[in-house]
Protein backbone atom coordinates (compact mmCIF):
# COMPACT_ATOMS: atom_id res chain seq x y z
CA UNK A 1 0.00 0.00 0.00
CA UNK A 2 1.15 3.43 -0.79
CA UNK A 3 1.07 5.92 1.44
CA UNK A 4 0.88 10.11 1.06
CA UNK A 5 -0.78 13.25 2.64
CA UNK A 6 -3.72 13.81 0.07
CA UNK A 7 -5.58 12.08 -3.01
CA UNK A 8 -7.73 13.78 -4.95
CA UNK A 9 -10.00 11.88 -7.56
CA UNK A 10 -10.46 13.21 -10.46
CA UNK A 11 -8.00 15.57 -12.34
CA UNK A 12 -10.36 18.44 -14.18
CA UNK A 13 -10.22 21.97 -13.09
CA UNK A 14 -11.30 22.08 -9.61
CA UNK A 15 -8.68 18.42 -8.88
CA UNK A 16 -5.96 19.86 -10.26
CA UNK A 17 -6.13 23.51 -9.03
CA UNK A 18 -6.75 21.64 -5.30
CA UNK A 19 -3.61 19.13 -5.58
CA UNK A 20 -1.37 21.86 -6.43
CA UNK A 21 -2.77 24.26 -3.78
CA UNK A 22 -1.97 21.28 -1.34
CA UNK A 23 1.15 20.64 -2.90
CA UNK A 24 2.76 24.33 -2.58
CA UNK A 25 2.01 23.87 1.41
CA UNK A 26 4.43 20.47 1.30
CA UNK A 27 1.84 17.85 1.12
CA UNK A 28 2.54 14.78 -0.86
CA UNK A 29 -0.28 14.72 -3.41
CA UNK A 30 -1.68 12.10 -6.08
CA UNK A 31 -4.42 12.94 -8.29
CA UNK A 32 -6.34 9.65 -10.43
CA UNK A 33 -7.93 10.30 -13.26
CA UNK A 34 -9.33 7.00 -15.57
CA UNK A 35 -9.47 9.82 -18.54
CA UNK A 36 -6.49 9.31 -20.99
CA UNK A 37 -6.31 12.87 -21.76
CA UNK A 38 -5.85 15.52 -19.05
CA UNK A 39 -8.00 18.35 -18.71
CA UNK A 40 -10.65 17.20 -21.65
CA UNK A 41 -13.68 19.21 -20.87
CA UNK A 42 -11.27 22.67 -20.76
CA UNK A 43 -9.77 21.59 -24.15
CA UNK A 44 -13.11 21.32 -25.35
CA UNK A 45 -14.10 24.89 -23.39
CA UNK A 46 -14.97 27.87 -25.22
CA UNK A 47 -15.74 26.85 -28.13
CA UNK A 48 -11.41 25.95 -27.55
CA UNK A 49 -10.38 28.87 -26.03
CA UNK A 50 -11.81 28.47 -22.38
CA UNK A 51 -13.96 31.16 -21.26
CA UNK A 52 -12.16 30.36 -17.76
CA UNK A 53 -13.71 33.31 -15.52
CA UNK A 54 -16.22 36.16 -15.79
CA UNK A 55 -14.90 39.61 -14.35
CA UNK A 56 -18.80 40.43 -12.97
CA UNK A 57 -18.22 36.65 -10.52
CA UNK A 58 -20.86 36.94 -7.84
CA UNK A 59 -23.10 34.46 -5.93
CA UNK A 60 -25.62 35.72 -7.57
CA UNK A 61 -24.52 33.70 -10.83
CA UNK A 62 -24.88 30.15 -9.49
CA UNK A 63 -28.05 27.76 -8.76
CA UNK A 64 -28.06 25.87 -5.59
CA UNK A 65 -30.11 24.75 -2.93
CA UNK A 66 -28.35 26.94 -0.87
CA UNK A 67 -27.66 30.17 -2.82
CA UNK A 68 -25.34 31.19 0.02
CA UNK A 69 -22.93 28.33 0.15
CA UNK A 70 -21.04 29.57 -2.96
CA UNK A 71 -19.99 32.88 -1.26
CA UNK A 72 -17.00 31.99 1.02
CA UNK A 73 -14.89 30.12 -1.93
CA UNK A 74 -15.57 33.24 -4.09
CA UNK A 75 -14.62 35.52 -1.99
CA UNK A 76 -11.52 33.45 -0.36
CA UNK A 77 -10.15 32.72 -4.56
CA UNK A 78 -11.64 36.01 -6.68
CA UNK A 79 -11.89 36.07 -10.12
CA UNK A 80 -9.03 38.76 -10.12
CA UNK A 81 -6.70 36.11 -8.30
CA UNK A 82 -7.30 33.77 -10.98
CA UNK A 83 -6.78 36.78 -13.56
CA UNK A 84 -3.17 37.15 -11.86
CA UNK A 85 -2.43 33.55 -12.27
CA UNK A 86 -3.10 34.06 -15.97
CA UNK A 87 -1.44 36.81 -16.51
CA UNK A 88 1.59 35.71 -14.40
CA UNK A 89 2.17 33.23 -16.98
CA UNK A 90 1.62 35.47 -19.96
CA UNK A 91 -1.35 33.69 -21.11
CA UNK A 92 -3.26 36.04 -23.72
CA UNK A 93 -6.77 36.80 -23.13
CA UNK A 94 -9.98 38.94 -23.55
CA UNK A 95 -13.44 40.32 -22.77
CA UNK A 96 -15.65 38.61 -25.21
CA UNK A 97 -19.04 39.89 -23.48
CA UNK A 98 -20.61 40.56 -20.48
CA UNK A 99 -17.31 40.22 -18.55
CA UNK A 100 -16.63 36.77 -20.07
CA UNK A 101 -12.99 36.28 -20.36
CA UNK A 102 -11.73 34.06 -22.79
CA UNK A 103 -8.07 32.81 -24.40
CA UNK A 104 -6.71 34.33 -27.64
CA UNK A 105 -5.22 31.68 -28.43
CA UNK A 106 -6.45 28.10 -27.41
CA UNK A 107 -7.26 26.52 -23.94
CA UNK A 108 -4.54 25.00 -23.94
CA UNK A 109 -2.50 27.15 -22.82
CA UNK A 110 -4.56 26.92 -19.59
CA UNK A 111 -4.58 22.80 -19.47
CA UNK A 112 -0.64 23.89 -19.70
CA UNK A 113 -0.68 26.23 -17.12
CA UNK A 114 -2.58 23.96 -14.30
CA UNK A 115 -0.04 20.77 -15.28
CA UNK A 116 3.14 23.28 -15.02
CA UNK A 117 1.52 24.58 -11.41
CA UNK A 118 1.10 21.12 -10.60
CA UNK A 119 4.70 20.14 -12.03
CA UNK A 120 6.08 23.17 -9.23
CA UNK A 121 4.00 21.78 -6.59
CA UNK A 122 5.72 17.99 -7.20
CA UNK A 123 2.10 16.83 -7.80
CA UNK A 124 1.69 13.09 -8.71
CA UNK A 125 -1.12 12.89 -11.97
CA UNK A 126 -1.98 9.28 -12.33
CA UNK A 127 -3.96 9.39 -15.72
CA UNK A 128 -5.98 6.27 -16.99
CA UNK A 129 -6.39 4.68 -13.64
CA UNK A 130 -9.86 3.15 -12.96
CA UNK A 131 -11.12 3.93 -9.20
CA UNK A 132 -12.15 -0.21 -7.56
CA UNK A 133 -13.17 1.14 -4.45
CA UNK A 134 -12.86 3.60 -1.64
CA UNK A 135 -12.59 2.18 2.22
CA UNK A 136 -11.88 4.25 5.07
CA UNK A 137 -10.20 2.63 7.88
CA UNK A 138 -8.72 3.82 11.29
CA UNK A 139 -8.76 7.30 10.30
CA UNK A 140 -7.32 7.04 6.48
CA UNK A 141 -8.73 6.39 3.27
CA UNK A 142 -7.71 3.68 0.86
CA UNK A 143 -8.05 3.98 -2.25
CA UNK A 144 -7.93 0.64 -4.10
CA UNK A 145 -7.01 1.17 -7.78
CA UNK A 146 -6.27 -0.58 -11.37
CA UNK A 147 -2.94 0.49 -10.00
CA UNK A 148 -3.17 -0.85 -6.48
CA UNK A 149 -3.75 0.26 -3.09
CA UNK A 150 -3.20 4.20 -1.76
CA UNK A 151 -4.21 5.47 1.23
CA UNK A 152 -4.42 9.41 2.43
CA UNK A 153 -5.35 11.29 5.27
CA UNK A 154 -7.16 13.52 3.20
CA UNK A 155 -9.48 12.54 -0.24
CA UNK A 156 -11.15 14.94 -2.13
CA UNK A 157 -13.89 14.13 -4.82
CA UNK A 158 -13.41 16.58 -7.54
CA UNK A 159 -15.21 14.11 -10.53
CA UNK A 160 -17.82 16.92 -11.73
CA UNK A 161 -21.01 16.36 -12.64
CA UNK A 162 -22.84 14.16 -15.08
CA UNK A 163 -22.69 16.33 -18.83
CA UNK A 164 -20.77 14.99 -21.68
CA UNK A 165 -20.00 11.40 -20.71
CA UNK A 166 -17.64 10.75 -23.73
CA UNK A 167 -15.58 12.91 -22.30
CA UNK A 168 -15.41 10.86 -18.97
CA UNK A 169 -18.56 12.18 -17.08
CA UNK A 170 -19.61 9.76 -14.42
CA UNK A 171 -21.94 9.60 -11.23
CA UNK A 172 -18.78 8.27 -9.51
CA UNK A 173 -18.76 11.06 -6.94
CA UNK A 174 -22.57 10.84 -6.28
CA UNK A 175 -21.70 7.15 -5.12
CA UNK A 176 -18.93 7.95 -2.82
CA UNK A 177 -21.02 10.50 -1.25
CA UNK A 178 -24.05 8.12 -1.00
CA UNK A 179 -21.43 5.89 0.65
CA UNK A 180 -20.85 8.07 3.61
CA UNK A 181 -24.62 9.12 3.83
CA UNK A 182 -24.44 12.26 2.38
CA UNK A 183 -27.38 13.17 0.21
CA UNK A 184 -27.54 13.98 -3.45
CA UNK A 185 -30.17 16.66 -4.78
CA UNK A 186 -31.98 15.13 -8.30
CA UNK A 187 -29.21 15.87 -10.76
CA UNK A 188 -30.32 17.52 -14.14
CA UNK A 189 -28.37 18.65 -17.59
CA UNK A 190 -28.03 22.33 -17.67
CA UNK A 191 -27.13 24.61 -19.85
CA UNK A 192 -28.16 22.34 -22.48
CA UNK A 193 -30.07 22.96 -26.03
CA UNK A 194 -33.59 22.78 -25.89
CA UNK A 195 -35.30 20.16 -28.20
CA UNK A 196 -38.76 20.64 -29.64
CA UNK A 197 -42.12 19.43 -30.88
CA UNK A 198 -42.48 18.18 -34.35
CA UNK A 199 -44.48 20.86 -35.60
CA UNK A 200 -42.06 23.30 -34.30
CA UNK A 201 -39.27 21.64 -35.46
CA UNK A 202 -40.81 21.49 -38.93
CA UNK A 203 -40.27 25.39 -39.26
CA UNK A 204 -37.30 26.11 -37.13
CA UNK A 205 -35.48 23.14 -38.63
CA UNK A 206 -35.41 25.19 -41.66
CA UNK A 207 -33.68 28.44 -40.37
CA UNK A 208 -31.34 26.09 -38.72
CA UNK A 209 -28.02 28.59 -38.79
CA UNK A 210 -29.42 31.56 -38.27
CA UNK A 211 -28.91 33.57 -35.02
CA UNK A 212 -31.14 36.20 -33.35
CA UNK A 213 -30.98 38.92 -30.23
CA UNK A 214 -33.63 37.50 -28.35
CA UNK A 215 -34.41 37.74 -24.68
CA UNK A 216 -35.56 34.19 -23.34
CA UNK A 217 -38.00 34.37 -20.03
CA UNK A 218 -38.85 31.20 -17.98
CA UNK A 219 -39.88 30.98 -14.40
CA UNK A 220 -39.04 35.15 -13.27
CA UNK A 221 -35.91 34.60 -15.18
CA UNK A 222 -34.65 36.56 -18.20
CA UNK A 223 -31.33 36.27 -20.00
CA UNK A 224 -31.03 38.61 -23.10
CA UNK A 225 -28.65 36.99 -25.27
CA UNK A 226 -29.05 35.62 -28.79
CA UNK A 227 -30.56 32.25 -29.86
CA UNK A 228 -29.06 30.18 -32.56
CA UNK A 229 -31.68 27.96 -34.67
CA UNK A 230 -30.61 24.50 -35.13
CA UNK A 231 -31.49 20.89 -37.17
CA UNK A 232 -32.68 19.91 -33.74
CA UNK A 233 -34.09 22.18 -31.76
CA UNK A 234 -32.93 25.72 -30.18
CA UNK A 235 -29.39 26.76 -28.79
CA UNK A 236 -27.47 29.57 -27.95
CA UNK A 237 -26.65 31.63 -24.51
CA UNK A 238 -29.94 32.74 -24.05
CA UNK A 239 -31.25 29.60 -24.33
CA UNK A 240 -28.26 27.22 -22.84
CA UNK A 241 -29.01 29.74 -19.96
CA UNK A 242 -32.96 29.83 -19.62
CA UNK A 243 -32.34 25.97 -20.00
CA UNK A 244 -30.91 25.72 -16.25
CA UNK A 245 -34.43 27.10 -14.79
CA UNK A 246 -36.77 25.38 -17.35
CA UNK A 247 -38.68 22.88 -15.93
CA UNK A 248 -40.08 19.74 -18.02
CA UNK A 249 -43.79 20.87 -18.94
CA UNK A 250 -43.37 24.60 -19.11
CA UNK A 251 -43.24 26.97 -21.49
CA UNK A 252 -40.60 29.80 -22.41
CA UNK A 253 -41.28 33.16 -23.84
CA UNK A 254 -38.73 34.23 -26.29
CA UNK A 255 -38.68 38.18 -27.38
CA UNK A 256 -36.82 38.51 -30.87
CA UNK A 257 -36.72 41.91 -30.51
CA UNK A 258 -35.25 42.75 -26.92
CA UNK A 259 -33.72 45.88 -27.57
CA UNK A 260 -36.83 47.80 -28.61
CA UNK A 261 -40.24 48.43 -29.23
CA UNK A 262 -41.16 46.79 -31.82
CA UNK A 263 -44.75 47.90 -32.45
CA UNK A 264 -43.37 51.24 -32.64
CA UNK A 265 -41.23 50.78 -35.31
CA UNK A 266 -43.53 48.97 -37.15
CA UNK A 267 -46.53 51.56 -36.84
CA UNK A 268 -43.49 54.04 -37.96
CA UNK A 269 -42.72 52.34 -40.79
CA UNK A 270 -46.81 52.38 -41.91
CA UNK A 271 -46.61 55.75 -41.59
CA UNK A 272 -43.19 56.36 -43.40
CA UNK A 273 -43.37 53.44 -46.32
CA UNK A 274 -47.05 52.61 -45.96
CA UNK A 275 -46.68 50.56 -49.26
CA UNK A 276 -44.13 48.08 -48.28
CA UNK A 277 -44.94 44.55 -47.03
CA UNK A 278 -44.39 43.56 -43.71
CA UNK A 279 -41.79 40.97 -44.36
CA UNK A 280 -40.15 43.96 -46.23
CA UNK A 281 -40.62 46.09 -43.00
CA UNK A 282 -39.24 43.30 -40.72
CA UNK A 283 -35.82 42.77 -42.93
CA UNK A 284 -34.72 45.78 -41.41
CA UNK A 285 -34.46 43.81 -38.54
CA UNK A 286 -34.01 40.55 -39.21
CA UNK A 287 -32.41 38.16 -42.21
CA UNK A 288 -34.75 37.76 -44.78
CA UNK A 289 -34.76 33.71 -44.32
CA UNK A 290 -35.85 34.10 -40.96
CA UNK A 291 -38.83 36.71 -41.78
CA UNK A 292 -39.74 34.14 -45.15
CA UNK A 293 -39.87 31.26 -42.16
CA UNK A 294 -41.46 33.61 -39.44
CA UNK A 295 -44.56 35.28 -41.52
CA UNK A 296 -46.20 31.53 -41.92
CA UNK A 297 -45.12 30.26 -38.82
CA UNK A 298 -46.62 32.46 -36.54
CA UNK A 299 -49.93 32.65 -39.00
CA UNK A 300 -49.37 36.32 -40.13
CA UNK A 301 -50.69 37.91 -43.33
CA UNK A 302 -48.38 39.57 -45.35
CA UNK A 303 -49.72 42.78 -47.24
CA UNK A 304 -48.74 46.16 -46.83
CA UNK A 305 -48.88 47.77 -43.96
CA UNK A 306 -51.21 50.49 -44.59
CA UNK A 307 -53.44 47.82 -45.18
CA UNK A 308 -53.24 46.68 -40.76
CA UNK A 309 -55.39 48.93 -38.38
CA UNK A 310 -53.05 49.55 -35.32
CA UNK A 311 -54.28 46.56 -33.58
CA UNK A 312 -53.07 44.12 -36.10
CA UNK A 313 -49.55 45.85 -36.45
CA UNK A 314 -49.51 45.07 -32.67
CA UNK A 315 -50.33 41.65 -32.77
CA UNK A 316 -47.94 40.82 -35.32
CA UNK A 317 -45.37 42.89 -33.45
CA UNK A 318 -46.05 40.40 -30.33
CA UNK A 319 -46.05 37.12 -32.30
CA UNK A 320 -42.28 38.33 -32.53
CA UNK A 321 -41.87 39.94 -29.01
CA UNK A 322 -44.20 37.08 -27.14
CA UNK A 323 -43.06 33.92 -28.71
CA UNK A 324 -44.14 31.18 -26.85
CA UNK A 325 -42.37 27.76 -26.54
CA UNK A 326 -43.01 24.85 -25.14
CA UNK A 327 -39.80 22.22 -25.73
CA UNK A 328 -40.39 18.92 -26.17
CA UNK A 329 -36.90 18.47 -23.91
CA UNK A 330 -33.42 19.09 -23.76
CA UNK A 331 -30.35 17.35 -25.57
CA UNK A 332 -29.56 15.90 -22.17
CA UNK A 333 -25.82 14.91 -20.32
CA UNK A 334 -24.57 13.83 -24.07
CA UNK A 335 -24.37 18.18 -24.98
CA UNK A 336 -25.20 19.67 -21.85
CA UNK A 337 -22.53 22.01 -20.33
CA UNK A 338 -22.82 21.10 -16.86
CA UNK A 339 -25.48 19.29 -14.40
CA UNK A 340 -27.49 20.91 -11.91
CA UNK A 341 -27.82 19.53 -8.57
CA UNK A 342 -25.67 16.75 -6.88
CA UNK A 343 -24.20 16.60 -2.97
CA UNK A 344 -25.97 18.30 -0.68
CA UNK A 345 -24.01 21.42 0.24
CA UNK A 346 -25.69 21.49 3.40
CA UNK A 347 -23.29 18.37 4.15
CA UNK A 348 -20.35 20.31 3.48
CA UNK A 349 -18.37 23.23 4.94
CA UNK A 350 -18.41 26.24 2.64
CA UNK A 351 -15.09 27.51 3.97
CA UNK A 352 -12.84 24.56 2.75
CA UNK A 353 -15.70 21.85 1.25
CA UNK A 354 -14.55 19.65 3.45
CA UNK A 355 -17.68 17.25 4.98
CA UNK A 356 -18.77 18.40 8.16
CA UNK A 357 -19.13 15.16 9.84
CA UNK A 358 -16.20 13.34 8.44
CA UNK A 359 -12.85 14.74 8.76
CA UNK A 360 -10.37 14.12 5.74
CA UNK A 361 -13.19 14.14 3.23
CA UNK A 362 -14.05 16.57 0.09
CA UNK A 363 -15.80 17.73 -2.56
CA UNK A 364 -14.87 20.01 -4.74
CA UNK A 365 -16.07 21.95 -8.10
CA UNK A 366 -19.18 20.55 -10.43
CA UNK A 367 -19.66 17.33 -8.45
CA UNK A 368 -21.67 19.66 -5.34
CA UNK A 369 -24.69 21.41 -5.85
CA UNK A 370 -23.71 24.14 -7.17
CA UNK A 371 -23.99 25.34 -10.88
CA UNK A 372 -22.96 28.28 -12.37
CA UNK A 373 -24.37 30.27 -15.50
CA UNK A 374 -23.15 30.42 -18.55
CA UNK A 375 -20.29 32.79 -18.84
CA UNK A 376 -16.96 31.26 -17.26
CA UNK A 377 -18.76 31.20 -14.24
CA UNK A 378 -18.54 26.84 -13.64
CA UNK A 379 -14.62 27.29 -13.99
CA UNK A 380 -14.42 29.99 -11.46
CA UNK A 381 -16.71 27.59 -9.32
CA UNK A 382 -13.34 24.90 -9.90
CA UNK A 383 -10.90 27.24 -9.32
CA UNK A 384 -12.50 28.69 -5.93
CA UNK A 385 -13.74 25.47 -4.15
CA UNK A 386 -10.28 23.68 -5.66
CA UNK A 387 -8.53 26.39 -3.88
CA UNK A 388 -9.91 26.84 -0.35
CA UNK A 389 -10.18 22.45 -0.27
CA UNK A 390 -6.35 22.52 -1.29
CA UNK A 391 -5.90 25.22 1.76
CA UNK A 392 -6.54 22.64 4.37
CA UNK A 393 -5.96 19.08 3.17
C1 LIG B 1 -18.28 21.42 -23.91
C2 LIG B 1 -18.16 22.17 -22.61
C3 LIG B 1 -17.75 23.49 -22.63
C4 LIG B 1 -17.65 24.21 -21.43
N1 LIG B 1 -17.22 25.49 -21.49
C5 LIG B 1 -17.08 26.18 -20.33
C6 LIG B 1 -16.53 27.50 -20.34
O1 LIG B 1 -16.08 28.00 -21.37
N2 LIG B 1 -16.49 28.17 -19.15
C7 LIG B 1 -16.90 27.61 -17.97
O2 LIG B 1 -16.81 28.26 -16.93
N3 LIG B 1 -17.37 26.36 -17.93
C8 LIG B 1 -17.46 25.63 -19.08
N4 LIG B 1 -17.92 24.35 -19.03
C9 LIG B 1 -18.21 23.75 -17.71
C10 LIG B 1 -16.89 23.36 -17.03
O3 LIG B 1 -16.11 22.64 -17.96
C11 LIG B 1 -17.12 22.50 -15.79
O4 LIG B 1 -18.04 23.13 -14.94
C12 LIG B 1 -15.82 22.27 -15.05
O5 LIG B 1 -14.91 21.58 -15.90
C13 LIG B 1 -16.04 21.46 -13.79
O6 LIG B 1 -14.79 21.16 -13.23
P1 LIG B 1 -14.59 19.88 -12.32
O7 LIG B 1 -13.13 19.81 -12.06
O8 LIG B 1 -15.52 19.92 -11.17
O9 LIG B 1 -15.04 18.65 -13.22
P2 LIG B 1 -14.44 18.14 -14.61
O10 LIG B 1 -13.68 19.22 -15.27
O11 LIG B 1 -15.57 17.51 -15.30
O12 LIG B 1 -13.37 17.03 -14.17
C14 LIG B 1 -13.76 15.80 -13.62
C15 LIG B 1 -12.66 14.80 -13.86
O13 LIG B 1 -12.96 13.61 -13.14
C16 LIG B 1 -12.68 12.49 -13.95
N5 LIG B 1 -13.54 11.39 -13.54
C17 LIG B 1 -14.88 11.31 -13.58
N6 LIG B 1 -15.29 10.12 -13.12
C18 LIG B 1 -14.18 9.43 -12.76
C19 LIG B 1 -13.95 8.13 -12.22
N7 LIG B 1 -14.98 7.30 -11.96
N8 LIG B 1 -12.68 7.74 -11.98
C20 LIG B 1 -11.64 8.56 -12.25
N9 LIG B 1 -11.78 9.80 -12.76
C21 LIG B 1 -13.04 10.23 -13.01
C22 LIG B 1 -12.99 12.96 -15.37
O14 LIG B 1 -12.25 12.17 -16.31
C23 LIG B 1 -12.51 14.41 -15.32
O15 LIG B 1 -11.17 14.55 -15.71
C24 LIG B 1 -18.00 23.59 -20.19
C25 LIG B 1 -18.41 22.27 -20.19
C26 LIG B 1 -18.49 21.55 -21.38
C27 LIG B 1 -18.92 20.10 -21.31
Sequence with gaps: MIKTDVIVIGAGAAGLFCATEAGKRGRN???????????????????????????????????????????????????????????????????????????????????????????????????????IDIEFVDNRYIVNTSQGAFSSESLVIATGGLSMPKLGATPFGYRIAEQFGIPIIPTKAALVPFTLHEHDKAVIGELSGISVDASASCNNTSFNENILFTHRGLSGPAVLQISSFWEPGQEVEFDLFPN?????????????????????????????????????YFELENKPLKQYNPKQLQSAAEAFTQWHVKPNGTEGYRTAEVTLGGVDTDYVSSKNMQVKNQEGLFFIGEVLDVTGWLGGYNFQWAWSSGWVAGQVV
Design 29 to 131: VIVFDHAKRLGGKILMSGGGRCNFTNMYTSHENFLSQNPHFCKSALSQYTQWDFISLVNEYGIKHHEKTLGQLFCDDTAKDIVDMLLAECKKAQVDIKNRTEI
Design 260 to 296: GDLVQDLLEQQQSSPEIQLSTALTRHYSKRFVQAAIP
